[in-house]
């Protein structure tokens, strides 16, 4: 097979973003397995898997769920879910924040999805009204406010982090989303509402492959733009390399939020 270099590069910027989206499927499942389960996801569930990545929890889902159950995950690029398709598993090129949804789910389920949306709320709703009456909706979203953080205190650190969700809340993400989602599931008719957040203190090199791409990528937009200053990108990209392994920081704080369709009566 031959290849232009336009190809290459293009596959080479694919298997980067779905290796990122793989170390951050991995740093976090095990916490939303934990939420899942509390809700107590099992054989015979109908579920709806937003956004679902390279489709670490469609797959938990798929095996929880069993032969009697029924597990759908969309996504805008479903390269990296194509082949997990099976009989109870069914893979769908959709976007949520466009294209209508059936009805009747026992659970929906996005992470860090909505936070990237500017009609967030609005999906929110409609995410709610796929339920059937008793199923759950799970919606887990960054806060970015712990993020700042850094041991020993930095200002370049701290500016570099403000810089970058600055950025980032100017195309359309909400950097404090997390926090916001339990007023939106309210909002949305749901009952049972309720949040927990999750945060880790590690070196900032243990988090290099969750934050490294983006930081450097954003990072180097905002010197071009005289944003940032060159030497405190430098700094943190350096921190993300092991410049020095003893300075730690938080990750964002996962939160998820949970909320449940009223049944009659
Ligand atoms: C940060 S990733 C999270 C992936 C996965 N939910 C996880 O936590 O591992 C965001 C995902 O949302 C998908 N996405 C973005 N906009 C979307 C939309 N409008 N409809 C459906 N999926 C969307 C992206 O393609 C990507 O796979």
Redesign the pocket.
């Known amino acids: 097979m031959t290849r232009s270099p336009g190809e290459y590069v293009l596959d080479t910027a694919a298997r980067a973003e779905r290796d990122r989206?793989r170390v951050?499927?991995h740093w976090?499942d095990p916490f939303t397995i934990r939420r899942l389960d509390a809700i107590g996801v099992g054989p015979g569930w109908r579920c709806l898997e937003?956004?679902?990545?390279?489709g670490?929890i469609a797959a938990w889902l798929q095996r929880r769920v069993g032969r009697d159950g029924h597990v759908v995950a969309?996504?805008?690029?479903t390269r990296w879910l194509d082949d997990l398709a099976q009989p109870n598993l069914e893979v769908r090129h959709?976007?949520?924040?466009s294209e209508p949804l059936d009805f009747g789910y026992d659970l929906v389920h996005a992470?860090?999805?909505l936070e990237?949306?500017p009609q967030r709320r609005a999906v929110a709703s409609k995410l709610a009204r796929t339920l059937r009456p008793g199923g759950w909706l799970v919606v887990e979203d960054y806060d970015l406010c712990t993020v700042g953080a850094v041991d020993p205190p930095s200002t370049r650190w701290t500016n570099v982090n403000a810089v970058i969700a600055a950025a980032m809340q100017a195309s359309g993400f909400d950097p404090s989303y997390g926090s916001r989602i339990p007023g939106d599931l309210l909002r949305a008719g749901l009952v049972d509402v309720a949040a927990e957040g999750t945060v880790y203190s590690c070196p900032v090199a243990a988090m290099r492959a969750l934050f490294r791409p983006v930081v450097a990528r954003i990072g180097a937009r905002a010197v071009e733009t005289g944003a940032l200053a060159p030497e405190d990108l430098a700094y943190v990209v350096g921190l993300f390399d092991g410049a020095d392994p003893s300075v730690t920081a938080y990750t964002p704080i996962l939160v998820s939020a949970r909320g449940r369709s009223p049944t009659p009566g």
């Open positions: 989206l951050s499927a976090w937003i956004g679902a990545g390279t670490s969309t996504d805008i690029e959709h976007n949520v924040a992470r860090l999805v990237h949306l």
